[in-house]
């Protein structure tokens, strides 16, 4: 039984993207079974921006990204599929630096900042799908993460914000 999106066909348990008459690429199906190395379980305190849930989910996010736009076709290797890579970027990296920072509001600031990365990426995965570059299906699973870690980066924001105002409550 074949699937069809758009561009895409279903076939032997990957999706392949097909222009004319050449396959431009294909981008196997994942279920988060290649993933599990990148959830670790943490308890404890959080000592290093890799503890952070929300830092752990984007860079789940970024891995899943670059995978995919691998099979972007050539002519937008330096146009959308760069955009997508360095939003994804800017969404661990800035986690990453504003917890580096000592004061935090700094860490508050670079966190709106990657939210602002993670909305960037939701509209570049919707123009991923509106030109066929990527299934719907993948669409929904990157759409899904893309929420996820938005999510657990308001709540960190929340978090922080709470423990500032409980210090200066104090």
């Known amino acids: 039984r074949k699937l069809e999106a758009g561009n895409w066909k279903l076939e032997t348990g990957s999706w392949k993207l097909e222009v004319g008459k050449r396959e431009a690429g294909s981008v196997p199906i994942r279920t988060g079974e290649g993933l599990r190395e990148f959830s670790a379980p943490r308890s404890g305190p959080i000592t290093d921006f890799t503890d952070l849930e929300c830092w752990q989910l984007a ?3 970024r891995h899943e990204i670059y995978r995919i736009t691998r099979s972007f076709p050539k002519s937008e290797e330096f146009n959308l599929g760069k955009q997508l890579r360095a939003a994804c970027v ?3 990296s800035n986690i990453a630096e504003g917890f580096g920072r000592y004061h935090y509001q700094e860490n508050l600031q670079f966190c709106r900042i990657a939210r602002g990365s993670l909305s960037e990426i939701k509209d570049d995965l919707i123009a991923s799908l509106d ?4 299934s719907p299906e993948v669409f929904e699973e990157l759409l ?7 999510r657990s980066l308001n709540g960190y924001i929340r978090s922080t914000r709470r423990w500032i105002a409980n210090q200066e409550g104090s």
Do not use: N
């Not at 030109?131 to 990527?134: F, S, V």
């Not at 899904?144 to 938005?150: E, K, P, S, T, V």
């Open 144 to 150: 899904a993460l893309q929420g996820q870690a938005a």
């Open 131 to 134: 030109e066929g570059y990527i």
């Open 90 to 92: 800017s969404a661990t």
């Open 59 to 61: 860079r789940k996010l």
